[in-house]
């Protein structure tokens, strides 16, 4: 298939590192121009000097708050492609999270997303084409024990992206979840390191990890973040005009039903 995103623009929230660099860099392969965000400019100077033979522009500001949401704004008026990847994680004891952890969460992982969509949702509309794409998890969908409060953050992300495909049906433009199953990123060996012994080299630790805490997974390893990149570029391309409203599943098999 030929991807070819030639001509639009496109934001990646939380691009730095990890998932979100490896979605900005396959759009700006496919020929998109692409805005790292990020919340320090040294951070995004860092990913655009890794992207630099392509069109790549940094936007540094904080999307997890109304100030810098409106910051992003002022120096990205304007996309066709959204891509909201920023979020966060980590393994607390359920009945130990508190009031604070569980609101943070939600304006991380769900708040920042919402007001990134309703600002460029009605640009897209205008021009009758666009595309925001929501990375969720596989925890949204099998809830995992150690972190009930990230998976119910991911959960609501799905509904959000639901809601707004309605609310864009018969624009041009789609609204998608990706559902991003255990990815091997820095942040994750850390996440690993914390449910399984810290002596043990990374290769053993990942197995421990699957064969331990997420046994479900057909592909029995942690998927990289360029696979789940390959699915977002193809979302944000031409090709998928008849795909919006969708959950579609990155995730080795690990959520062990046939919908979504």
Known sequence: MNIDLTGKT???TGSTQGIGLAIAEALARSGARVAINGRTASRVDEAVAKLGDHDVIGVAADVATEDGTADLLRQLPAVDILVNNLGIFGAVPAREITDE?????????????????????????????????????DSAIVIPEEMIHYGVSKTA???????????AAGTGVTVNSVIAGPTHTAGVED??????????????????????????????????????????????????????????????????????
Do not use: C
Request: charged fraction near 20%; aromatic fraction near 10%; glycine fraction near 6%.
């Open 10 to 12: 496109a934001l990646v």
């Open 101 to 137: 952890q569980w609101r943070s969460y939600f304006d991380v992982n769900v708040l920042a997303a919402v007001r990134l969509i309703r600002s460029y949702l009605p640009g897209m509309t205008e021009k009758g084409w666009g595309r925001a794409i929501q990375i969720a998890s």
């Open 157 to 167: 992300l799905l509904a959000v992206s639901r809601g707004f495909a309605k609310d």
């Open 191 to 260: 996440f690993v390191y914390q449910l399984v012994d810290k002596s043990l080299p990374w290769d053993e630790a990942q197995r421990e990890f699957m064969r331990k805490h997420r046994p479900q997974s057909l592909l029995q390893r942690l998927i990289e973040p360029e696979e789940i990149a390959n699915m977002v570029a193809y979302l944000a391309s031409p090709l998928a005009s008849a795909t919006t409203g969708g959950a579609l599943r990155v995730d080795g098999g690990y959520v062990d039903s046939i919908l979504p």
